[in-house]
């Protein structure tokens, strides 16, 4: 077992060589990638736009994304993945020889386990639901399948899978993932977001639901960390090891540990449920105003413009606690301002306009 899995790294590592070695010049591109393929985009970029012109997909979106990293921390933690700018120099697999040389980069230092790759799956799930989606509303209440429909059909799927080649080589590339992980992650990305497909009880959740399943989920993996370490199993080993062979200690961030990215998604989910049982969302997004495309365009253009603007406050990370409490309240602003706060401002702003117009 060990020996196979040996020889499937070293596989990896001669990828990320040979990548490096021929596409040198596409070093600021497969960075890019990179970094748009991290969830943060998802949850500050896509779901605005998305929510405000089609509910369902936005909601899908979120719920897809938040238990699709939740369960990529859960087969992290099982699999105990190996990441390639660490592992070259761990293993003694190259006893009798010199170990390969890899470059690293500025996103390369990831502290948690590398199977499956979360960009990937992320990327896969999230680019699934809006292809599906798209497809969809192509195809119109009447479900047909016409020659437009079937062009369509190809270039988005093409789109897709150039989407999910280009994550998988970008991280092979900066040698955060081994080429057999990114391959997990777009299927299991997948595979969830098909699922979500068949759930429909997630649209109209209340409160009660939206708190019942942060809690389950925050305590199982509490719950399943503890059981880990008392069975004397440190889950935490990748944290050192990223310390250790990181060509620069300030490469290194606590936002990339696995409870940092738990507690992200849970302020996203929990700030999601709080929003759509606001007062304020009802008196927006389901008045007369939200079906208005004025209102809706408004709505994505000043969510944007604060989304972004909040993206810029970093929570202090000298103090670990406090950066986890505040990256969960960060996370939570983020839906409810996007679904809450800001349409209800941008209604009561055109109802004012309107008033003033009569």
């Known amino acids: 077992m060990e020996a196979g899995m040996n020889l499937l790294h070293d596989t990896g590592i001669q990828a990320t060589r040979w990548l490096q070695e021929y596409f040198q010049g596409s070093q600021d591109w497969f960075l890019f990638i990179s970094f748009a393929a991290d969830l943060r985009n998802a949850f500050f970029v896509l779901f605005p736009i998305w929510f405000h012109f089609s509910e369902s997909v936005g909601i899908r979106l979120i719920w897809v994304a938040v238990i699709g990293d939740w369960l990529n921390l859960v087969f992290k933690w099982i699999l105990f993945g190996e990441r390639p700018y660490w592992w070259v120099h761990e293993t003694d697999y190259y006893r009798n020889t010199s170990a390969p040389e890899i470059q690293q980069f500025p996103l390369t230092c990831e502290t948690g386990p590398g199977s499956p790759s979360g960009h990937a799956m992320g990327a896969a799930g999230v680019y699934y639901i809006m292809v599906t989606a ?14 437009k429909y079937w062009v369509l059909w190809m270039v988005l799927w093409t789109g897709f899978w150039a989407v999910q080649v280009c994550v998988c080589l970008s991280r092979v590339f900066i040698a955060a993932h081994f080429p057999h992980q990114v391959i997990a ?29 942060t809690f389950f989920l925050f305590s199982f993996a509490l719950g399943f960390y503890l059981l880990l370490l008392a069975l ?4 935490l080993w990748t944290l050192e090891r990223a310390r250790r062979w990181c060509a620069h200690p300030e490469w290194v961030h606590i936002d990339t540990t696995p409870f940092a990215s738990l507690l992200r998604n849970l302020g996203i989910l929990f700030g999601l449920g709080l929003a759509l049982n606001s007062h304020m969302y009802m008196e ?28 810029a406050f970093k929570p202090p990370s000298h103090m670990q606690l406090l950066f986890y409490v505040l990256s969960f309240c960060k996370s939570a602003a983020v839906p409810l301002a996007t679904v809450g706060l800001i349409p209800y401002c941008v209604s009561q702003l ?3 306009q309107d008033k003033k117009a009569v």
């Open 185 to 213: 992650g777009v299927i299991s990305g997948m595979a969830v977001a098909k699922t979500f497909q068949h759930v429909h009880c997630i649209y109209h959740a209340s409160l009660c639901r939206y708190l019942g399943v």
């Open 232 to 235: 004397g199993v440190d889950l």
């Open 350 to 352: 055109l109802a004012t």
């Open 284 to 311: 927006s997004c389901r008045g007369k105003q939200g079906r208005q495309l004025p209102f809706r365009l408004g709505c994505v253009a000043a969510s944007l413009l604060v989304l972004h603007l909040f993206d």
């Open 134 to 147: 798209l497809l969809s509303t192509a195809m119109g209440k009447k479900q047909s399948r016409t020659l």
